[in-house]
């Protein structure tokens, strides 16, 4: 029998190790891999094979950090993402359906999610195309968020330039600039110029006959 493959990204680790146990009680499920973190959860999906990702909505205390771990590997490849929550918000919930997820499962009732697997493995959900449109959607928006002052800043970011020159092409105070790019970082969704540079690469939305 061909078992279900199941990435879970949590970070309890005995959560991850009850939810394993459980899991591969199941004769069809095999937990292949598990993050503690969403950076951690992009790095594994980039190299591992699974067929249903269970994501936990909140990761590190970060309330949202789970669906912006959704939205970054939906950008490597489609995936079929149930989400973990013991949150009980509505907004929140909605965000990780536009964030790609195709059911969402409250902790408490783990129970469901055998159920909740199998139909995700076999069958796209009924908005799943949709949905992913809209994730789209909202990493675009997030750029064109980006004022020119800061588009400028992120140009130069992307180009190799250092804080100090990047202070004496634009004639920027230091304080100024920092103000800057914690705003673009805010607006992309990331938490470093890096990944801000890498993430824009990856998505191919930002190309430069488009800033002209």
């Keep these: 029998m ?4 199941l990435m879970i990204v949590e ?49 590190s205390g970060n309330r949202l950090d789970g669906i912006d771990a959704a939205l970054d590997i939906h950008e490597l490849r489609p995936v079929k993402i149930i989400m973990l ?26 129970r469901q999610l055998p159920q909740a697997i199998r139909t995700a ?3 796209a959900g009924p908005m799943e195309v949709l ?3 809209l994730a789209r959607l909202k990493r675009e928006e997030q750029l064109q968020a ?12 992307e180009a190799g330039y250092t804080q100090t020159q990047i202070e004496q092409k634009l004639f920027k105070a230091e304080s100024t600039l920092k103000n800057q790019v914690n705003k673009m970082l805010k607006k992309l969704g990331v938490r470093s110029s890096k990944e801000a540079v890498e993430k824009v690469k990856r998505k191919g939305l930002w190309r430069r006959d488009e800033r002209d």
Excluded: C
């Excluded at 459980?22 to 503690?36: R, S």
């Excluded at 949150?87 to 409250?106: C, K, P, R, S």
């Design 11 to 59: 970070d309890d680790p005995d959560w991850i190790k009850a939810m394993t146990l459980f899991l591969n009680n199941e004769a069809d499920m095999l937990v292949v891999g598990a993050a503690k973190s969403r950076e951690e959860a992009v790095r594994l999906a980039e190299t591992l094979e699974f067929d249903v990702l269970l994501m936990d909505i909140q990761l």
């Design 131 to 133: 949905l992913k449109e």
């Design 85 to 110: 929550t013991s949150l009980n918000d509505e907004a929140v919930i909605a965000q990780a359906f536009t964030a790609g997820a195709i059911n969402y499962i409250e902790k408490t009732n783990y």
């Design 2 to 5: 061909d078992h279900i493959r």
């Design 146 to 157: 980006l004022t020119p002052a800061e588009r400028e800043v992120y140009e130069l970011i």
């Design 121 to 123: 493995h076999r069958h």
